[in-house]
């Protein structure tokens, strides 16, 4: 499975031309997206949008108008999440009366992939995966599976979410976030929490090598809590790959939450020969942050370039031709994702 395009919108420079060079600072403990201008989308609609889909839109629909698809295949996990709590409360605020239908329309995870399909008129496989911290890696898997069926398909697989009021106080109250941490000095912050992120990454998908960006070698998810099993799997996965270490990079999910860095330190000790690297201070942590470490190694293998600031350990690579991605949501919810260079 070969990457041809990717768009991605997030807290740093990454739409249009990117620079990840630079890092954009958190405030409040959150790092929200840079949603640029979205052209071709009605002035009506766009009103009605929320933030989640207007990020959707942003970075679906220039793909969709170049590219005829099979299917749009979206992961989420609070896409919509802020119109449905809109919703909620009109149905409180006008005693069961009149009420608005937009933030109903919209109030569904759905609406992302819903929206891309209506204003393109595409009336092809049409799927949203709402599984928490797995939803993008099971959108891959479920586009996977497509080509093996269809193997002269196009798939847009992406994945969308956003930092709603509702879901980050619960978030904050539950301890999973710290407003006084910053993402300059987010894995030295020696704390039981991480900063809130948002974004939405999207790419074009087929089973064409010729001029693709990426190749999508292997995914697997799965879920523990505990580290042995995860090591013992990523041990596993890491062989499979057969990899050339003086040319692979681990990018992990570590976020700074002290509750979760054995998890990322024991699988780095597996492959303590490879330089490992970090996304989580750009991005911020959200269930499907996953999805910016893919756009991320994808512009990383086009561009053979990865900025210093990701390194943890190593970074003289001369060159960059496979990245692994070990990502886990919570410490419950684990992923492992290999690309290499086409």
């Given at each position: 499975m070969f990457i041809h395009q990717h768009i991605c919108i997030s807290p740093q420079h990454t739409s249009g031309d990117a620079d990840v060079d630079l890092l954009n600072p958190s405030a409040n403990g959150q790092l929200t997206a840079i949603e640029p201008e979205l052209t071709g989308v009605p002035a009506g609609l766009l009103r009605r949008m929320s933030k989640a889909v207007r990020m959707g839109i942003g970075t679906g629909l220039p793909i969709l108008q170049q590219n005829k698809v099979d299917g749009i295949i979206i992961g989420t996990a609070n896409g919509g999440m802020n119109d449905c709590i809109k919703f909620l409360n009109q149905i409180?605020?006008?005693?069961?009366g009149m009420l608005t239908p937009g933030n109903f329309v919209q109030s569904t995870p759905n609406a992302?992939?819903?929206?891309?399909?209506?204003?393109?008129k595409?009336?092809?496989?049409n799927a949203t995966h709402v599984h928490l911290g797995l939803s993008f890696e099971n959108s891959l898997i479920d586009?996977?599976?497509?080509?093996k069926e269809n193997t002269d398909?196009?798939?847009?697989?992406?994945?969308?979410d956003e930092i709603s009021s509702y879901n980050y106080n619960i978030d904050l109250l539950a301890g999973w976030y710290n407003q006084n941490i910053k993402n300059q000095s987010l894995y030295e912050s020696n704390r039981p929490a991480t900063i809130a992120g948002e974004g939405a990454a999207m790419f074009l998908l087929n089973n064409n090598a010729q001029d693709a960006l990426a190749k999508v070698k292997d995914i697997e998810?799965?879920?523990?809590?505990?580290?042995?099993?995860?090591?013992?799997?990523?041990?596993?996965?890491a062989e499979a790959q057969n990899l050339d270490r003086e040319t692979t990079i681990f990018l992990t999910g570590e976020n700074g939450d002290i509750r979760f860095n054995l998890f990322y330190h024991?699988?780095?000790a597996i492959v303590n020969d490879i330089p490992v690297a970090r996304f989580k201070h750009l991005s911020g942590e959200y269930p499907t942050a996953v999805s910016f470490a893919v756009w991320l190694s994808v512009f990383a293998l086009q561009n053979q370039n990865f900025p210093g600031h990701l390194f943890k350990t190593g970074n003289n690579l001369s060159q960059i031709k496979n990245i692994i991605i070990y990502n886990n949501y919570h410490g419950l919810q684990h992923s492992f994702i290999s690309l290499t260079k086409n």
């Open positions: 409180i605020d006008y005693d069961e992302i992939a819903g929206q891309l399909s209506l204003i393109t595409n009336q092809q496989y586009a996977q599976m497509h080509l398909g196009n798939y847009l697989v992406g994945a969308v998810t799965f879920h523990a809590s505990d580290i042995e099993t995860v090591k013992t799997r990523f041990k596993n996965f024991s699988c780095e």
